[in-house]
């Protein structure tokens, strides 16, 4: 199977060879990576191995893999962001149980603004658009509609896990030895 240069993203390694994050998985395009490359600020530690670039005088396997040379610290604590949200809640509405598209996941306050809840990790969980208008401004116990879990601030870890769940649509093989080894081995 051929793919076109545009179909080539290059999977991001810290310098400890993992992922800057799995999700969402840590890519850069082509452009970026030659330029890193050039920049002399990464490392290729895989290739395509059908594409090339070149111009007039050079020529060079396009990378496949490329970790930084410098370590960037990770995060210690997540984002508070809508997607991160739906991440924790692995994109299942917290009312109906059910699993949606992130464009057909809304947030509620578990609590209502209106009666004095606020926007955090604690009190804001995933929710289909049907179950978020039924539950309107109601409290949980005014309309009997209670989060599948109690709405936690997760750690990156948690987030990661339930990153891995849900696997970008496209993984070069060349990929497969950095994204998942530091799971556990079955027996």
Not at 8 to 31: G, T
Request: net charge neutral; with cysteine; aromatic share 14%.
């Amino acid at each position: 199977m051929s793919l076109r240069l545009d179909n080539c993203p290059v999977l991001v390694l810290n310098a400890d060879f993992r992922p800057l994050s799995y999700f969402p998985l840590s890519l850069w395009s082509w452009q970026d990576a030659i330029k890193a490359v050039f920049m002399e600020r990464v490392s290729i530690v895989s290739e395509y191995n059908n594409h090339k670039v070149h111009s007039t005088s050079f020529e060079m396997k396009l990378p496949s893999v490329i970790a930084l040379k410098e370590y960037v610290l990770p995060r210690r604590k997540p984002i508070f962001t809508r997607f991160n949200v739906f991440l924790r809640d692995r994109w299942q509405c917290q009312y109906c149980g059910e699993v949606f598209k992130t464009n057909e996941l809304t947030f509620d306050h578990v609590i209502p603004k209106s009666k004095g809840g606020d926007t955090s990790w604690e009190n804001i969980v995933a929710a289909c658009g049907r179950c978020n208008t039924k539950k309107s401004d109601f409290l949980s116990s005014e309309c009997n509609m209670h989060p599948l879990r109690i709405p936690t601030t997760p750690t990156i870890y948690q987030l990661r896990e339930n990153g891995r769940a849900f696997p970008p649509n496209f993984l070069h093989e060349s990929w497969d030895d950095y994204l998942y080894w530091d799971s556990e081995l079955d027996n």
